[in-house]
């Protein structure tokens, strides 16, 4: 087992994540505002933007395989490596406009 710093960008905020661990579980123990909502990978709620570093996260349904490398939904994804993500970045899949094609 290994730990990773997560840090979040612009935020100040960084925690020590397992890579047996979702990113949510740990911002949840150490208090750290990351949102979510369904906790199953379904509903964007916890996504952040990858800056820097990788995930596993096989059970991000929500997003296509292509976001899968730029995005991370906290609440299913494991860090590989130390991660620098940006809270609040959605994949432009959630845009309105692409909803309606
Ligand atoms: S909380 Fe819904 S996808 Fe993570």
Redesign the pocket.
């Known amino acids: 087992m290994a730990e990773y710093k997560v840090e979040y960008q612009d935020a100040g905020e960084s925690l020590e994540v397992s890579d047996k661990h979702t990113i ?1 579980r740990g911002c949840l123990r150490d208090g750290i505002a990351q949102e ?11 996504c952040a933007e990858i800056v820097q570093g990788e995930v596993v996260q096989p059970a991000a349904h ?1 997003l296509t395989k292509e976001e899968r490398e730029r995005y991370a ?4 994804a494991r860090p590989q490596s130390d991660l620098i993500l940006k809270r609040g970045i959605y994949p432009p899949s959630i845009e309105l406009d692409q909803l309606k094609e």
């Open positions: 949510l979510y909502s369904c906790r199953v990978g379904m509903c964007l709620a916890c929500a939904l906290t609440c299913m």
